[in-house]
C-alpha cells in the first residue's frame, strides 16, 4: 500500500512538472546558423531563390515520403512549395521578401497551427559570401508545443548545418561564369532610329523601324 502511495506521488509531481514547466517556456523560438561559401553571393543567392533548387541540397528531402508541389513563379517573391509527408505532416513555404543578392524571408506554416518565418541574408566575404539561416517558429502551442521549443534549438540546428554544408557543395562545384571582357573592334557604320510604343504596338514599331 505504502509502495503504491508512493507510485501515485511520483505520478502527480511528473505531471505537475508537465503542465507547470511550458507556461514559462517562450511560445516563439529562434535556429540560427552561418557558414562561408567560397562561390559568388548571386550564385549562392539564385540557389535559394528559387524553391525547386532546393531539392537538391536541403537537408529536408531525405524523408522518403515527402511530396512537393509547387506554386506561382520559378524564383523571387510569391514562389510557393507545398508538402505533404507520412512523417512530419504537412505545411507550405512562400517567399515574401527577395533582396538580389542580400536577403531572403520565407513564410512558412507547419500543419494547421503553427507557422514561422525563415529568413537568409548573404554577406559578400574577400573567398566568397557568408551565408546566415535562420527559422523562427512562432505561436507553439500549450503545453506539448512549448516542450517541442526546448529542445527545438538541439533538434533543428544540427538539421539547418548540413543543408548550408549541402549548398556550399552544390555552390562550389557549379562552373564559374567567365568574365566579361571588352574587346575593340573597328570602327562600322551604323544607323540609329529613336522610337517608342505601347506593349502593344511592339510589333508594328519593329516592322516599321527595320523595314
Known amino acids: 500500500m505504502k509502495a503504491l502511495k508512493i507510485f501515485g506521488f511520483i505520478i502527480i509531481i511528473v505531471v505537475a512538472v508537465f ?5 514559462f517556456l517562450p511560445a516563439d523560438v529562434s535556429v540560427s546558423v552561418v557558414k562561408q561559401i567560397n562561390a559568388k553571393p548571386e550564385l549562392v543567392f539564385r540557389q535559394v531563390n528559387s524553391l525547386k533548387n532546393w531539392l537538391a541540397w536541403s537537408p529536408f528531402e531525405k524523408d522518403t515520403t515527402l511530396v512537393n508541389t509547387f506554386a506561382g513563379p520559378d524564383r523571387g517573391v510569391g514562389a510557393k512549395r507545398q508538402w505533404k509527408s507520412e512523417k512530419t505532416g504537412e505545411g507550405t513555404m512562400t517567399i515574401v521578401k527577395s533582396k538580389p543578392y542580400e536577403f531572403i524571408e520565407n513564410k512558412l506554416t507547419f500543419g494547421p497551427d503553427e507557422q514561422g518565418v525563415g529568413s537568409w541574408s548573404f554577406e559578400p566575404v574577400d573567398n566568397g559570401v557568408n551565408v546566415s539561416w535562420t527559422i523562427h517558429v512562432t505561436g507553439l502551442k500549450y503545453p506539448f508545443g512549448k516542450w517541442s521549443g526546448l529542445f527545438m534549438n538541439s533538434l533543428l540546428k544540427p ?19 567567365d568574365v566579361v571582357k571588352i574587346i575593340n573592334t573597328d570602327k562600322t557604320p551604323s544607323l540609329i532610329i529613336s522610337d517608342s510604343a505601347t506593349m502593344e504596338g511592339m510589333q508594328a514599331m519593329f516592322e516599321k523601324d527595320f523595314g
Do not use: F, R
Request: hydrophobic share 50%.
Open 19 to 23: 503542465l507547470i514547466v511550458p507556461a
Open 159 to 177: 538539421m539547418l548545418e548540413n543543408g548550408l554544408t549541402n549548398l556550399k557543395k552544390v555552390a562550389e562545384s557549379m562552373p564559374v561564369p
